[in-house]
């Protein structure tokens, strides 16, 4: 295709390595805000970042605004990098229908689709993360050295330093102690975003989640690399060895807060790889906490990315243990000013402030009370997807559905992700603060989460007997003498 033919440019395809030496079209559309309720701060980030964009490349780029991406873009010639979710693609055979659409492999992951699929042809039992990851490190001669034999190996002789990442909360302390997290300085466009939100909400067109507040992400290429630099440079060091673990005082803990920015397709995951082997090989960072940022990028982000594809369009309905549950309103609301169970109020709260929590609050709080209390998870993953400025159709399927629900029957996860209170008491430090007691499964003092376990196991025992890995928490249900009275408070429990 001629050179002339503009780039059209999603949302998460802002960096340079979506776009050759071309004129681009920039799609501003507002019927998803008008469907979804989006986090407030995730459509100031989207409109910060597309608006940033256009901005930075002047007359090469074209803002297009209207109602929908049929509107703006229908009848146009040109070339489009295959977007990332069931619903745009089905889009892009639209516009290839009534247009010269030239549709180019997906970018902004570190292996192909085609790469995938060539992998996963490969693998004679269930596909296994781990398994890929080694894969990916083999192709890519990341973390790999050379072995006595000439084969590469992997650095430091293993490929998987989980075992080193597992500890708790350090005690008497409020926060890890850790540099504090790169923040950009909001400018001009943003408040141009901030003053059309603000007219839209006021307009009552349409109505955002949670509460506003200065943008905590990148928006544009240039943030983006800082606050890489940044990470790798002040945080990146202590991401391992605290990496499951959640503090009160510490919204960010060691964490890279890169997601957004990856995910808008401001960084490349590749340099973001380089960058911290580099520092490995420099000495600045210790191995397990490189492989464990290192196994989240190549390993997790890639996987989640490729099981979107791979398990199909209908893997998000999947309802493997029959929940049905509506989201309750406080939840779906992110009011937690009736919560006193203090993880689920605490983490809520997060999510309202910011648009945007770690991975342990995600999964072992948000996710376990959702799995616990039957939440319907097709809800759930809609409703992660549109509360989180991170969240995108194509992250979540595997990481609510699969790994947090459990609602593929064991497809992704080989077990539910979900505790009782006792687990969050050496992992967190929450319970120290909270009105329920971890050990205390009946009465006033009842743990939401650990009554919750409990009775969840109770009611799916027999969706779980079939899974080797639960006989030993299902074989604790025989051992407890208070069984039935979890489960009569649970069938009634109202308040958390
Ligand atoms: C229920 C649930 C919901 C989630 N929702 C999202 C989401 O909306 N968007 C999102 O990008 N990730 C999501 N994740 C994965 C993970 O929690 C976030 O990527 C991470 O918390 C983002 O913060 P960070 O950038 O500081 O991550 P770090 O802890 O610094 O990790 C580095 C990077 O690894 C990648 N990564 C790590 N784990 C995963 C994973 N399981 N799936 C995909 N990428 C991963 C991310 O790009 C992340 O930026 C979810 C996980 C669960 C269990």
Request: hydrophobic residues 40%; negative net charge.
């Amino acid at each position: 295709m001629s050179p002339d033919v503009p780039r059209i440019l999603f949302a998460d395809q802002l960096g340079p390595h979506f776009v050759e030496d071309q004129r681009v079209i920039i799609p501003e559309v507002l019927g998803p805000f008008r469907r979804r309720r989006y986090h407030r701060q995730k459509a100031h980030l989207i409109l910060s970042a597309l608006r940033h964009r256009a901005a930075e490349m002047g007359s090469t780029a074209e803002l297009r605004r209207g109602e929908t991406y049929h509107e703006v873009l229908s009848g146009v010639d040109a070339s489009i990098v295959n977007p990332t979710s069931w619903g745009l693609r089905a889009l892009v055979q639209d516009l290839e229908a009534g247009a010269a659409v030239e549709v180019l492999p997906s970018r902004g992951f570190v292996a192909s689709e085609e790469e995938f699929g060539k992998w996963a042809g490969t693998q004679s039992t269930r596909l296994l993360m781990e398994n890929f990851y080694r894969h990916q490190r083999r192709e890519t001669g990341i973390l790999m050295a050379p072995g006595m034999n000439g084969e590469p190996e992997p650095e430091g002789g293993r490929f998987n330093f989980d075992h080193d990442n597992r500890e708790a909360p350090p005690k008497g302390q409020e926060t890890l102690g850790v540099a504090a997290p790169w923040y950009p300085t909001e400018d001009e466009i943003d408040q141009e975003v901030r003053e059309y939100l603000d007219a839209l909400e006021d307009s009552g067109d349409v109505s955002f989640l949670g509460a506003d507040g200065p943008r905590l992400f990148p928006a544009t290429r240039a943030e983006a690399l800082d606050a890489l630099e940044h990470f790798v440079t002040t945080r990146l060091a202590t991401f391992g060895p605290h990496e499951d673990a959640a503090m009160q005082g510490d919204w960010a803990m060691s964490h890279s807060l890169l997601s957004p920015a990856l995910n808008l397709g401001l960084l490349d995951p590749r340099e973001v790889l380089e960058r911290v082997e580099a520092s490995y090989h420099q000495g600045a960072v210790d191995l397990a906490s490189a492989e464990g940022f290192i196994r989240q990028v190549m390993g997790w982000r890639d996987w989640v990315w490729h099981l979107y594809w791979h398990l199909g369009a209908d893997f998000v309905d999947s309802n493997y243990l029959g929940h049905r549950e509506e989201l309750p309103t406080w939840w779906s609301e992110l009011d937690s000013t009736d919560i006193r169970s203090r993880c689920v109020g605490h983490v809520l709260d997060e999510v309202r402030t910011r648009g945007w929590t770690h991975h342990i609050n995600r999964l072992m709080v948000l996710g376990s009370f959702a799995l616990q209390r039957g939440f319907n998870p097709r809800a759930l993953n809609d409703w992660f997807v549109d509360a989180f400025v991170d969240g995108t159709p194509w992250v979540m399927p595997a990481n609510v559905i699969g790994m947090s629900q459990y609602a593929d029957g064991g497809v992704v996860a080989t077990k539910p992700y979900t505790s009782g209170g006792a687990y969050l008491n050496t992992m967190t430090n929450y319970c120290g603060s909270c009105a329920f007691k971890p050990t205390v499964r009946v009465g006033e003092k009842a743990c939401p989460m650990s009554a919750g376990y409990w009775n969840f196991l109770h009611t799916q025992a027999d969706a779980l007997r079939g899974n080797h890995r639960m006989s030993k928490p299902l074989g604790g249900l025989t051992r407890l003498s208070d069984l039935e009275h979890v489960l009569e408070q649970e069938s009634s429990r109202s308040e958390y």
